[in-house]
């Protein structure tokens, strides 16, 4: 089996995901999207990583990578959506994406939807839980999806389209140097939000081996439901 990995920055790679498919032996082919271009097919799995860009912004890269995902989605490929990724889906999928109403940065409180509790990866976890989030832009419920879990700010953090693919507008793939990175590229956001590095980290870092072990059921999940 193979995994596909579009990226569209150096500093948001597939984290935990890629420790996920590399113990279940599935290779992972990455693509640097604006640079690289598009891969020739979406592999077994997609996963479509996040990054400081909109999707709403005019580049030929970003329509040509909503027209990919749309495709893989209505070919029935499993397919994982990360913040600009879930963007890109929720685009694909004919749904609104904007601007929400500030800035979610570092761990933020969650809460799963009556789907969201019978999900077969999210409906293990609590009502609450908290995630790690670096957004500014939030969307609309792509039509046939089924709302997962939302937040204040963003009432749609997690969708999913039909049992094999799911848009996450947080980050469960979220490494220590992920967001050490993160915070030094996207500085001026955390300006903008009144937080720094320390209060980021010191809130996330405890949090992830939680986070890990959810992406490790997605992954795990989605591979079976690709068989």
Known sequence: MRAVCLQHVPFEGPGAFASALSKRGVALDSSLVPNDGLPKDAGDLLI????????????????????????????????IGVCLGSQLMAKAL????????????????????DAGKQDP???????AFEVFEWHGEVFDLPQDC???????????????????????????????????????????????????????????LPRLPQLHHTADRLIGHLLQSSR
């Open 94 to 113: 004919g749904a609104t994406v904007r601007s929400g109403s500030a800035l979610e940065i570092g761990l933020t409180p969650v809460r799963l939807t």
């Open 48 to 79: 479509v990583m996040g990054g400081p860009m909109s999707v709403n912004d005019s580049d030929q890269w970003i329509a040509e990578e909503s027209a990919f995902i749309r495709s893989a989605l209505l070919d029935g490929k499993p397919v």
């Open 121 to 127: 990866v999210f409906g293990t976890e609590p009502e």
């Open 146 to 204: 089924v709302p997962l879990a939302g937040s204040d700010i963003a009432p749609l953090q997690a969708f999913r389209y039909g049992d094999h693919a799911y848009g996450l507008l947080f980050h469960l793939e979220m490494e220590a140097s992920g967001i050490d990175v993160l915070c030094q590229h996207c500085a001026p956001d955390l300006l903008k939000a009144g937080l720094t590095v320390e209060q980021v980290r010191s809130a996330a």
